[in-house]
């Protein structure tokens, strides 16, 4: 636990740059940085630019620019030791005069380790501090799990229902929670539905803001399954472009190839009881409305198992009232 102020003030904006460049650097984690100078003061601030470009360090660094030397930095993963398209972080810490580093995470990746012990063998001092660091724990759980890290969001009545028995389904959530819907989407590297929805509710499947235009990060549009879908059954699909995959093993493998680490499955019920039942569900967002239908849809297709010691259960992690509706957000046990 972080007690000194201006150490406590640059997690914090490390932890918020990192959160910012979500959806943008994959393969390659949201990491933030942030540099203190050697008086304290809060000199330069950064996060992980898309692929190819400087890493969170690099621009925090530029930002402060002298007033690095004999600073500290604080960065949410461990400074990477690996020269790839960018140069090793630990260097360019070094390089920069840097007397302290604090960091959150260690670096999984067998290849990008080892930036701590380079920083100590040249005299830096390196610390590894606990801090929760929301933006980096899906690509994280997908490094440890060598596949993209899934999370499955529904929006339902209070009574279980994500469509009516007519199949009628907009709106079950209101305003405020459809434009969280849509904030989330923008830092996701891939929505994913099903071929049922994708005929149903010819989706967008993009990240728009209030007034409908589109945000500046789009993340990939998938649907997963072999019917054909006719143009005419889904033209915003078919203007805006999508990839499709046959099933959800095939659809995951190539998303990890194509480089995405955090995708987001919206649905429908058949699609996520696949996920469900091939244990790739990570973490769940139900977005639960005070509504009830009584009969209609399910959340899933079908029985999860016939006995209660048999239900798919999570750690719920937060929640949030948004309007009148309420965001439930949890993870599965074992991968967080
Ligand atoms: N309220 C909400 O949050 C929400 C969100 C999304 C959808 N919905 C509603 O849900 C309805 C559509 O749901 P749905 O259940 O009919 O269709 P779906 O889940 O969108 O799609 C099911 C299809 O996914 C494909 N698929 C591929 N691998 C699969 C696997 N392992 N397990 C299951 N499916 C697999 C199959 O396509 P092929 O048959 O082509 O091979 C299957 O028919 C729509 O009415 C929509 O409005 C509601």
């Known amino acids: 636990m972080?007690?000194?102020?201006?150490?406590?003030?640059?997690?914090?904006?490390?932890?918020?740059?990192?959160?910012l460049v979500r959806g943008t650097t994959s393969p390659n984690p949201p990491v933030g940085a942030a540099i203190l100078s050697a008086e304290g003061e809060l000199v330069g601030v950064g996060g992980t630019q898309p692929p190819g470009g400087p890493h969170a360090e690099v621009i925090a660094l530029r930002a402060a620019g002298g007033r690095a030397?004999?600073?500290?930095?604080?960065?949410?993963?461990?400074?990477?030791?690996?020269?790839?398209?960018?140069g090793p972080c630990s260097q360019a810490l070094i390089d920069a005069g840097i007397a302290?580093?604090?960091?959150?995470?260690?670096?999984?990746?067998?290849?990008?380790?080892?930036g701590a012990d380079h920083l100590r063998a040249h005299g830096v001092e390196a610390t590894r501090i606990d801090a929760h660091v929301p933006a980096l724990r899906p690509w994280l759980a997908a490094v440890r799990l060598?596949?993209?890290?899934?999370?499955?969001?529904?929006?339902?009545?209070?009574?279980?229902?994500?469509?009516?028995?007519?199949?009628?389904?907009?709106?079950?959530?209101?305003?405020?929670?459809?434009?969280?819907?849509?904030?989330?989407?923008?830092?996701?590297?891939?929505?994913v539905v099903g071929t049922g929805t994708a005929l149903a509710d010819n989706p967008s499947l993009?990240?728009?803001?209030?007034?409908?235009?589109?945000?500046?990060?789009?993340?990939?549009?998938?649907?997963?399954?072999?019917?054909?879908?006719?143009?005419?059954?889904?033209?915003?699909?078919?203007?805006?472009?999508?990839?499709?995959?046959?099933?959800?093993?095939?659809?995951?493998?190539?998303?990890?190839?194509?480089?995405?680490?955090?995708?987001?499955v919206e649905g429908g019920a058949r699609l996520a009881s696949g996920f469900l039942a091939a244990g790739y569900v990570d973490a769940v967002q139900a977005y639960v409305a005070p509504t009830l239908l009584g009969a209609g849809h399910g959340v899933l297709a079908g029985a999860v198992g016939e006995t209660?010691?048999?239900?798919?259960?999570?750690?719920?992690?937060?929640?949030?009232?948004?309007?009148?509706?309420?965001?439930?957000?949890?993870?599965?046990?074992?991968?967080?």
């Open 206 to 264: 993009t990240a728009r803001t209030a007034d409908g235009s589109l945000y500046p990060e789009q993340p990939r549009r998938v649907v997963i399954g072999s019917r054909e879908i006719p143009a005419d059954a889904a033209p915003n699909l078919h203007r805006l472009g999508f990839e499709r995959h046959p099933e959800i093993s095939a659809a995951l493998a190539a998303l990890w190839e194509a480089g995405a680490r955090d995708v987001l």
């Open 308 to 336: 209660l010691a048999d239900a798919a259960r999570f750690t719920l992690e937060s929640v949030t009232r948004l309007g009148d509706d309420v965001l439930y957000e949890m993870t599965r046990k074992e991968v967080h």
């Open 2 to 19: 972080i007690t000194d102020p201006a150490l406590r003030q640059a997690l914090e904006a490390a932890l918020e740059s990192g959160d």
């Open 100 to 114: 302290r580093v604090f960091f959150v995470h260690p670096d999984p990746n067998d290849a990008a380790a080892g």
């Open 146 to 191: 060598g596949r993209p890290h899934v999370t499955l969001k529904f929006a339902q009545t209070l009574d279980g229902f994500t469509a009516a028995l007519d199949g009628t389904s907009r709106w079950i959530t209101g305003e405020v929670a459809r434009r969280r819907v849509h904030e989330d989407r923008r830092r996701r590297d891939a929505i």
């Open 69 to 86: 030397r004999g600073g500290t930095a604080v960065v949410t993963l461990e400074p990477c030791n690996h020269t790839g398209r960018t």
